[in-house]
């Protein structure tokens, strides 16, 4: 059974680093053609990708963001992690992570259940 | 890279069939054939419909379908019931990601 859980704080001031984990189990970091990546949704608004890191530890980020994102893994944790500096209200959004396998294209087959982080002073 | 453009709002009858359009550029929807579909509803993570434009992951009802004509994708779904009314998102890759500003559905 495959699952993701993303963790991380609920609340963090304007001009902070923020720090988000996915711990995922039923599938390994380091089989061929995976890939775990992050998706944020602000309240009431559309999905927004913002990066992805592959088996072999490429890393994809959201052209608009790259220059606030980081996202490494540590597959001995089964864990992915993405930092986002400087963080600002519009920030504010619900984070998922969410697999990708080859067999499913460049679609994200499993997610998380998210985790509403606010920005706010 | 701008987001894919979405009809906002969509509604049917139980029993009738919607089209969901997601219209891109020749950098995205148009250059590959990695078009996804998304449901979500209130309060819950996406579920994955549609992928590489028209193929379903198993447990997805044939109701749902996909296609795409240049630089626009489509979902269809026939056959509607009360259970699809939900949000729906496109998401083509383009050397990156970017999805559509979603579409809520609605069954009359």
């Known amino acids: 059974q495959i699952t993701l859980k993303e963790s991380g704080p609920t609340l963090v001031k304007p001009t902070q680093t923020l720090t988000l984990t996915c711990t995922f189990s039923?599938?390994?970091?380091?089989?061929?053609?995976?890939?775990v990546g992050w998706i944020r949704q602000p309240p009431g608004k559309a999905l927004e990708w913002l990066a992805l890191?592959?088996?072999?530890?490429?890393?994809r980020y959201s052209p608009s963001l790259k220059s606030r994102l980081t996202i490494t893994k540590d597959t001995s944790k089964n864990q992915v992690v993405l930092t986002m500096t400087n963080m600002d209200p519009v920030d504010t959004a619900t984070y998922y992570c969410?697999?990708?396998?080859?067999?499913?294209?460049?679609?994200?087959?499993?997610w998380g259940q998210g985790t509403l982080v606010t920005v706010s002073s | 890279q701008s987001a894919l453009t979405q009809p906002r709002s969509v509604s049917g009858s139980p029993g009738q069939s919607v089209t969901i359009s997601c219209t891109g550029t020749?950098?995205?929807?148009?250059?590959?054939?990695?078009v996804s579909w998304y449901q979500q509803h209130p309060g819950k993570a996406p579920k994955l419909m549609i992928y590489?434009?028209?193929k379903r992951p198993s447990g997805v009802p044939d109701r749902f379908s996909g296609s795409k004509s240049g630089n626009t994708a489509s979902l269809t779904i026939s056959g509607l019931q009360a259970e699809d009314e939900a949000d729906y998102y496109c998401?083509?890759?383009?050397?990156?990601?970017?999805f559509g500003g979603g579409t809520k559905l609605t069954v009359l």
């Open positions: 969410a697999l990708q396998r080859g067999r499913f294209g460049e679609a994200f087959d499993y």
């Open positions: 039923g599938f390994s970091l380091s089989t061929s053609g995976v890939g």
């Open positions: 890191i592959y088996w072999d530890d490429d890393k």
């Open positions: 020749s950098s995205d929807v148009g250059g590959y054939n990695y």
């Open positions: 590489d434009v028209s």
């Open positions: 998401c083509s890759y383009a050397g990156s990601y970017v």
